[in-house]
Protein backbone atom coordinates (compact mmCIF):
# COMPACT_ATOMS: atom_id res chain seq x y z
CA UNK A 1 0.00 0.00 0.00
CA UNK A 2 1.06 3.60 -0.74
CA UNK A 3 1.37 5.39 2.06
CA UNK A 4 1.54 9.31 1.99
CA UNK A 5 2.68 11.40 4.59
CA UNK A 6 1.63 15.23 4.78
CA UNK A 7 3.04 18.30 6.78
CA UNK A 8 2.71 19.89 8.41
CA UNK A 9 -0.53 18.58 10.36
CA UNK A 10 -1.69 22.11 11.01
CA UNK A 11 -0.59 25.63 9.14
CA UNK A 12 -1.56 29.13 11.29
CA UNK A 13 -1.08 31.57 9.12
CA UNK A 14 -2.64 34.86 8.37
CA UNK A 15 -4.93 36.08 5.40
CA UNK A 16 -2.89 37.26 2.59
CA UNK A 17 0.38 35.12 4.08
CA UNK A 18 1.55 31.84 1.47
CA UNK A 19 0.59 28.25 2.35
CA UNK A 20 3.08 25.72 1.53
CA UNK A 21 2.06 22.22 2.13
CA UNK A 22 3.19 18.77 1.77
CA UNK A 23 2.84 15.33 0.42
CA UNK A 24 5.24 12.94 0.98
CA UNK A 25 4.47 9.31 -0.99
CA UNK A 26 6.24 6.35 0.17
CA UNK A 27 6.82 4.89 -3.61
CA UNK A 28 7.20 6.91 -6.85
CA UNK A 29 3.93 8.21 -8.21
CA UNK A 30 5.43 10.07 -11.30
CA UNK A 31 3.02 12.85 -11.38
CA UNK A 32 -0.28 11.30 -10.53
CA UNK A 33 -0.79 12.89 -7.44
CA UNK A 34 -4.56 14.36 -6.56
CA UNK A 35 -4.87 17.55 -4.12
CA UNK A 36 -8.45 17.97 -2.41
CA UNK A 37 -10.15 20.99 -0.22
CA UNK A 38 -12.76 20.10 1.94
CA UNK A 39 -14.65 22.27 4.50
CA UNK A 40 -16.62 21.15 7.46
CA UNK A 41 -20.37 19.33 6.25
CA UNK A 42 -19.14 19.45 2.36
CA UNK A 43 -17.68 16.93 -0.12
CA UNK A 44 -13.74 16.60 -0.84
CA UNK A 45 -13.13 19.24 -4.19
CA UNK A 46 -10.47 18.36 -6.57
CA UNK A 47 -7.99 21.62 -6.60
CA UNK A 48 -5.02 19.68 -8.71
CA UNK A 49 -4.58 16.76 -10.47
CA UNK A 50 -1.22 15.41 -11.99
CA UNK A 51 0.38 17.28 -9.67
CA UNK A 52 0.19 20.24 -10.98
CA UNK A 53 -2.88 21.05 -13.19
CA UNK A 54 -5.34 23.26 -11.89
CA UNK A 55 -8.97 21.36 -11.98
CA UNK A 56 -12.02 23.36 -13.73
CA UNK A 57 -12.59 27.02 -11.64
CA UNK A 58 -9.57 26.66 -9.33
CA UNK A 59 -8.54 29.82 -8.54
CA UNK A 60 -4.74 30.60 -9.89
CA UNK A 61 -3.38 31.07 -6.21
CA UNK A 62 -3.61 27.58 -5.81
CA UNK A 63 -0.83 25.62 -7.35
CA UNK A 64 1.26 22.01 -6.86
CA UNK A 65 4.14 21.07 -8.15
CA UNK A 66 6.54 17.78 -7.30
CA UNK A 67 6.85 14.72 -9.05
CA UNK A 68 8.22 11.14 -8.05
CA UNK A 69 7.57 10.78 -4.08
CA UNK A 70 7.79 14.62 -2.90
CA UNK A 71 4.46 17.16 -3.83
CA UNK A 72 3.80 20.55 -2.88
CA UNK A 73 0.54 22.36 -2.82
CA UNK A 74 1.35 26.67 -2.40
CA UNK A 75 -1.66 29.01 -1.86
CA UNK A 76 0.24 31.87 -3.00
CA UNK A 77 -2.13 34.39 -0.81
CA UNK A 78 -4.63 32.98 1.65
CA UNK A 79 -8.14 34.41 1.36
CA UNK A 80 -10.90 33.68 4.14
CA UNK A 81 -12.14 31.11 2.38
CA UNK A 82 -9.17 28.97 1.70
CA UNK A 83 -9.07 27.90 5.78
CA UNK A 84 -10.08 23.85 5.16
CA UNK A 85 -8.38 20.58 5.80
CA UNK A 86 -6.52 19.71 2.36
CA UNK A 87 -5.98 16.18 1.71
CA UNK A 88 -3.50 14.36 -1.10
CA UNK A 89 -4.71 11.51 -2.77
CA UNK A 90 -3.36 8.66 -5.19
CA UNK A 91 -4.64 7.06 -7.58
CA UNK A 92 -1.34 5.51 -9.34
CA UNK A 93 -1.59 1.79 -7.60
CA UNK A 94 -4.66 0.01 -5.60
CA UNK A 95 -5.35 0.49 -3.24
CA UNK A 96 -6.19 4.14 -3.74
CA UNK A 97 -5.03 6.10 -0.90
CA UNK A 98 -5.37 9.55 0.91
CA UNK A 99 -2.87 11.26 3.63
CA UNK A 100 -3.53 12.15 6.72
CA UNK A 101 -4.33 15.54 5.83
CA UNK A 102 -3.02 19.30 6.61
CA UNK A 103 -5.41 22.08 8.62
CA UNK A 104 -4.61 25.83 7.08
CA UNK A 105 -6.36 27.65 10.38
CA UNK A 106 -6.29 31.35 10.84
CA UNK A 107 -3.72 33.55 12.77
CA UNK B 1 -23.91 18.87 -15.16
CA UNK B 2 -22.91 15.74 -13.45
CA UNK B 3 -25.16 15.76 -10.13
CA UNK B 4 -24.75 12.23 -7.79
CA UNK B 5 -27.01 11.44 -4.91
CA UNK B 6 -26.51 9.31 -1.91
CA UNK B 7 -29.70 7.74 -0.37
CA UNK B 8 -29.95 5.18 2.57
CA UNK B 9 -30.51 4.73 5.99
CA UNK B 10 -28.84 7.01 8.74
CA UNK B 11 -29.01 4.15 11.18
CA UNK B 12 -27.64 1.04 11.15
CA UNK B 13 -27.77 -1.71 14.24
CA UNK B 14 -24.06 -3.44 14.99
CA UNK B 15 -23.39 -7.33 13.07
CA UNK B 16 -26.20 -6.03 10.43
CA UNK B 17 -25.35 -4.82 7.11
CA UNK B 18 -25.04 -1.08 5.70
CA UNK B 19 -26.72 -0.55 2.27
CA UNK B 20 -26.45 2.66 0.35
CA UNK B 21 -27.18 4.02 -3.04
CA UNK B 22 -25.33 6.49 -5.51
CA UNK B 23 -27.98 8.07 -8.13
CA UNK B 24 -26.26 9.44 -10.69
CA UNK B 25 -27.68 12.72 -12.92
CA UNK B 26 -26.45 14.91 -15.92
CA UNK B 27 -24.56 11.86 -17.14
CA UNK B 28 -24.34 8.26 -18.19
CA UNK B 29 -23.15 5.96 -15.37
CA UNK B 30 -21.28 3.69 -18.66
CA UNK B 31 -19.49 6.20 -19.54
CA UNK B 32 -15.56 5.36 -20.32
CA UNK B 33 -14.79 8.82 -18.76
CA UNK B 34 -14.75 7.72 -15.01
CA UNK B 35 -14.31 5.89 -12.49
CA UNK B 36 -17.07 5.74 -9.71
CA UNK B 37 -16.52 5.02 -6.22
CA UNK B 38 -17.13 5.24 -2.80
CA UNK B 39 -15.35 7.12 -0.05
CA UNK B 40 -15.61 8.29 3.82
CA UNK B 41 -15.17 9.71 6.59
CA UNK B 42 -15.56 9.19 10.05
CA UNK B 43 -16.29 11.96 12.91
CA UNK B 44 -12.94 14.12 13.49
CA UNK B 45 -10.65 12.06 11.15
CA UNK B 46 -9.61 11.90 7.57
CA UNK B 47 -11.12 10.65 3.95
CA UNK B 48 -10.38 6.82 3.85
CA UNK B 49 -11.21 5.35 0.72
CA UNK B 50 -13.56 2.13 -0.11
CA UNK B 51 -13.95 1.19 -3.33
CA UNK B 52 -14.00 2.31 -6.97
CA UNK B 53 -14.83 0.63 -10.40
CA UNK B 54 -14.57 1.39 -14.27
CA UNK B 55 -18.09 0.17 -15.96
CA UNK B 56 -17.17 -2.83 -17.72
CA UNK B 57 -13.99 -2.99 -15.39
CA UNK B 58 -12.89 -4.61 -12.19
CA UNK B 59 -14.05 -3.39 -9.02
CA UNK B 60 -10.84 -2.69 -6.38
CA UNK B 61 -11.60 -2.57 -2.47
CA UNK B 62 -9.31 -1.31 0.14
CA UNK B 63 -7.88 -4.18 1.99
CA UNK B 64 -9.10 -3.25 5.68
CA UNK B 65 -12.50 -3.62 4.09
CA UNK B 66 -12.69 -5.98 1.47
CA UNK B 67 -13.68 -8.76 3.51
CA UNK B 68 -17.01 -7.21 4.47
CA UNK B 69 -17.48 -4.10 1.28
CA UNK B 70 -19.67 -5.16 -2.06
CA UNK B 71 -19.93 -2.29 -4.77
CA UNK B 72 -22.54 -3.27 -7.61
CA UNK B 73 -23.91 -1.09 -10.38
CA UNK B 74 -27.40 -1.14 -11.93
CA UNK B 75 -27.46 0.84 -15.49
CA UNK B 76 -30.63 0.97 -16.49
CA UNK B 77 -31.16 3.36 -13.23
CA UNK B 78 -27.87 4.65 -13.63
CA UNK B 79 -27.11 3.95 -10.08
CA UNK B 80 -24.28 2.37 -8.42
CA UNK B 81 -24.32 0.77 -4.64
CA UNK B 82 -22.53 0.48 -1.53
CA UNK B 83 -23.28 -3.09 0.45
CA UNK B 84 -20.82 -2.87 3.83
CA UNK B 85 -21.86 -6.30 6.25
CA UNK B 86 -21.40 -6.83 9.96
CA UNK B 87 -20.52 -3.06 10.46
CA UNK B 88 -19.52 -1.83 13.63
CA UNK B 89 -19.66 1.54 15.43
CA UNK B 90 -16.00 2.03 13.69
CA UNK B 91 -18.21 2.21 10.59
CA UNK B 92 -20.00 5.18 11.71
CA UNK B 93 -18.98 8.02 9.09
CA UNK B 94 -20.12 10.18 6.51
CA UNK B 95 -20.66 8.65 3.07
CA UNK B 96 -19.76 10.24 -0.41
CA UNK B 97 -20.04 8.47 -4.09
CA UNK B 98 -18.61 10.28 -6.93
CA UNK B 99 -17.03 9.84 -10.17
CA UNK B 100 -13.80 10.36 -10.39
CA UNK B 101 -11.19 11.51 -13.54
CA UNK B 102 -9.33 15.10 -13.22
CA UNK B 103 -12.31 16.47 -12.79
CA UNK B 104 -14.23 14.86 -9.71
CA UNK B 105 -17.63 15.24 -8.78
CA UNK B 106 -18.81 13.94 -5.22
CA UNK B 107 -22.22 13.71 -3.73
CA UNK B 108 -23.06 15.94 -0.46
CA UNK B 109 -22.64 12.93 1.43
CA UNK B 110 -25.23 10.89 3.80
CA UNK B 111 -24.31 10.27 7.55
CA UNK B 112 -24.46 6.87 8.73
CA UNK B 113 -24.65 6.04 12.57
CA UNK B 114 -23.87 2.31 13.95
CA UNK B 115 -25.30 2.06 17.05
CA UNK B 116 -28.14 -0.02 18.40
Known amino acids: ETVLTQSPATLTLSPGERATLSCRASQSLSTYLVWYQQKPGQAPRLLIYDASNRATGIPARFSGSGSGTDFTLTISSLEPEDFALYYCHQRTYWPWTFGQGTKVEIK | QLQLQESGPGLVKPSETLSLTCTVSGGSISSSSYYWGWIRQPPGKGLEWIGSFYYGGSTHYNPSLQSRVTISVDASKNQFSLNLNSVTAADTAVYHC????????WGHGTAVTVSS
Open chain 2, 98 to 105: GSINNNDV
